[in-house]
């Protein structure tokens, strides 16, 4: 089974992880004081579904939203936030100071940036 931005790596870390009889106790523990494990679907809520089925890279510092901000309102409207850019990646939102390093990755790649402002146009238009 195949799970979005999961390699090899982190697959063996997880199963060498649950094999391990102590992480299994602590685990437990948490849940019998009732740390939530799961999302529950139904309390979440979405504002829209516009961004269903896209994948964004936020990079840089912006006028209008903190990043959190901007993570959140991608998140709200159905979308993705990819931790860095691959040929997957919809869209980066770039803000100032954006890395030299993603500028050159999306080029290559030829996966579009924008501004904050065409992102506000994206959910709001």
């Keep these: 089974m195949l799970v979005d931005e ?8 997880v ?6 009889e102590n992480n299994i106790k602590i685990i437990n523990r948490l849940k019998e004081n009732n740390l939530q494990f799961e999302i529950n679907k139904e309390n979440t ?4 579904n516009k961004l269903e089925n896209k994948i964004f890279v936020v990079s840089g510092v912006f006028e209008t939203y903190s990043r959190d ?3 959140k309102a991608i998140e709200d409207n159905g979308g993705k936030v990819g ?16 890395g030299p390093a993603k500028l050159e990755k999306s080029t ?7 501004d904050e402002f065409e992102f506000n146009s994206m959910i709001n238009g």
């Design 45 to 48: 809520t979405f504002i829209s």
């Design 108 to 114: 290559k790649l030829g996966v579009l940036i924008i």
């Design 6 to 13: 999961i390699g090899e790596k982190i697959a063996e870390s």
């Design 83 to 98: 931790s860095s850019i691959s040929a997957k990646t919809n869209f980066v939102i770039a803000g100032d100071n954006m």
């Design 69 to 71: 901000e901007l993570k």
């Design 15 to 20: 199963v060498l992880f649950f094999g391990n």
